[in-house]
């Protein structure tokens, strides 16, 4: 049976290098000693932190200290468990981490109250008397704006201890899913034979041979091979076995609202989704214009999914199509020391300085590359304030995993920046924004492999993939967007969100977004395997993140130096804007429909060049 190799059967060349951050647990240990410690320190303010400017200071520079030390411990804790999520060690130091960080968070409660309980005009004064306090101006704006959904201290203290309770749905969603969920296995797909790639409405005999695991990160790869009878297996073992844990995934996801919406109600928002985006300071309008221009331009989408259907050769497109390239054969290989190179060159019109920060970081194992047993499925880049970026990923040597490799170090990359140029409080920039520098990378990559690439099988594949990026990211993440939003509303209007209730919205949007395809009952389960959905409102902005992107990409490679230096300028910014503006400076306008109809009508034309090749 092909199984997936266990993390000491990979080269050290291939981890990331976590040891930069804690030499090893006896030293987390003594960290997390020494942030508990001080949290002392911090409530000591409490009810004094803006008598005069000096003593606000003091505060705010106390509370950095120790939120920089534990964010520390945090992400070496969480990316430990990550590496191996039933590691029940690193379990345990996770949840340690993530009950230090509340206590932390409680601790701190104080602080936006009391500063709040200042007029502007009283801040003005203390940033003029001191001017150390200069930095903060656009802090202070933001929490004076948050003033009317800010509860009295002892509220806010309750909900900061509550934090890690209140996260607990996507927690366990998170081991359901990653170490206690084993998938089936169908026969290997080198054992079949693909000679009719076009048929498979009817399953056929299947000859003895090796038999694959499916697993979380491998599901997408397996839809993607071209034998259709062996993707339709794949999907319907896959989503069968999902079956089996509805009750339990229905109870988390249901939960999970629930916490918004009662969060939302806790701090005076009449939706969950206005609260979500406020925090940002993100208008609901650019939402709605979002989801009401991908629903006027469905018939773009159409366009792809019909190619789909033709490529295939079946009546309707099927649902185990959907993820299938356009080309003949699977995705050429690229090991991912090629895709090192070919990524590191793609960047160059964003400079010389960017480009050699990003190779020095690959140098420095910024990548977990390859999946192991039990390592957390997906991709991320992390890290802290203080510590180099580090990437998760689950490379597996095709072009999709290319294009993984460079999103996410567009956000290792923004992070890098970020820190070089902006003090701990503008650190943690919005994702509205960081989807955006991830993006970025994607579209020069695309424009690079097409320039470099000779070999016209990889070239279809590389513009098909682009093709997929843009239809998984502006529509898929789009149709996610809308099914959190009704999801919600059904919670604050008092609807039952049953299962059932959750297959039947989720099975209606499909059949919107794919209307002439063929929508079968088995992708009414799909919502079920979307772990973002724990993080609420958050997948929207990968659909703006790619349309205020293609923008930004094309400007640079028109413009040249000139565009590129206004990119670099918005990726040092951190938070020290809020997001629209960030964009706005950088040369997007995000609260019109305008980057979102033209990234539309560029895939638009991509859809027709690659009708060209083939």
Known sequence: MSSVPERGEIDEAYKWDLESLYADDEAWEAAFDAV???????????????????????????????????SNVSAYARMRRDEDTSDSHYQALASRAQSLFAEVRSAASFLEPEIQSLDEGTVDEYVAANPDLDVYEHYFDDVLRAKPHTRSTEVENLLANLGEVLGSTGEVYDMLTNADVEFPTVEDSEARSASDPSSGDEPGEEPDGERRRITLNNFTTLQEHP??????EVYEVFYDEWEEYRNAIGAAYRNSV?????????????????????????????????????????????????????HVGGDQLRMWDL????????????????????????????????QESLAEGLDSRWVDVYETANKQSGAYSGGTYDSQPFILMNYQDDVSSMYTLAHELGHSLHSEYTSEHQPYVYSSYEIFVAEVASTVNETLLTHHLLDVVEDERLRRHVLNQYLERFRSTLFRQTMFAEFEHRTHELEEEGEALTADRLDDLYSDLKGTYYADADVDDRIAREWMRIPHFYRAFYVYQYATGISAAVALAEGILEEGEPAAERYREFLASGSREYPLELLETAGVDMASADPIESAIDTYDEFLGEFEDLV
């Open 36 to 70: 508990q410690e001080r949290v002392d320190d911090l409530q000591a303010f409490e009810g004094r932190a803006t008598e005069d400017p000096e003593t606000l200071q003091e505060t705010l520079e106390t509370y950095e200290a120790i939120m920089r030390e534990a």
């Open 227 to 232: 034998d259709r009878e062996f993707r339709r």
């Open 258 to 310: 629930k916490t918004d919406v009662k969060l939302a109600r806790a701090r005076n928002y009449d939706t969950a989704r206005e609260a979500a985006l406020d925090g940002p300071n993100v208008p609901v309008e650019v939402y709605d214009t979002l989801v009401d221009t991908v629903n006027d331009n469905l018939d773009v989408l159409g366009r792809h999914a019909d190619l789909k259907r033709r």
């Open 323 to 354: 993820y299938v390239p356009m080309v003949d054969g699977e995705s050429p290989d690229v090991e991912y020391d090629q895709a090192r190179e070919w990524v590191t060159e793609a960047v160059a019109p964003l400079g010389e300085a960017y």
